[in-house]
């Protein structure tokens, strides 16, 4: 039985997109990468998904880039002063899960999100 031509192992998938195989390796384990097929521990791109993947990630240059609006900005500011406050200016490297939590909760409840 021969195999699908439009089936890529990840070396052919990592050429496609001109990236290395261990950061698509990466993508895949963390996900937010290409589409894949896993059939037992192999892994397949179709060639497709991944021009269909690029171009959704192409960016228009007629489009502004997404920038915080300045109502969020205050709220990131707001967040990481209470973190310093607490914690000290290195807080991001030092500080315990817990207040890592409590951060993300109190980002979370003024953005509006609530999750």
Known sequence: MRCN???LNRKQAAEVLRIQVQMLSAWICRGG???YAQVCRCVRCRLAD???W???WTVDRDEPPLRPSEEEMGVRREAQERLFAKYGPTSRQNAPD????DH???LRTR???GK
Not at 98 to 101: I, K
Request: charged share 25%; hydrophobic share 45%; net charge negative.
């Open 33 to 35: 990468g290409p589409p």
């Open 54 to 56: 690029v171009s959704a």
């Open 104 to 106: 993300m909760a109190f």
């Open 111 to 113: 953005m509006g999100s």
């Open 50 to 52: 991944l021009e269909k």
């Open 5 to 7: 031509d439009s089936l």
């Open 98 to 101: 817990e207040a890592l939590r």
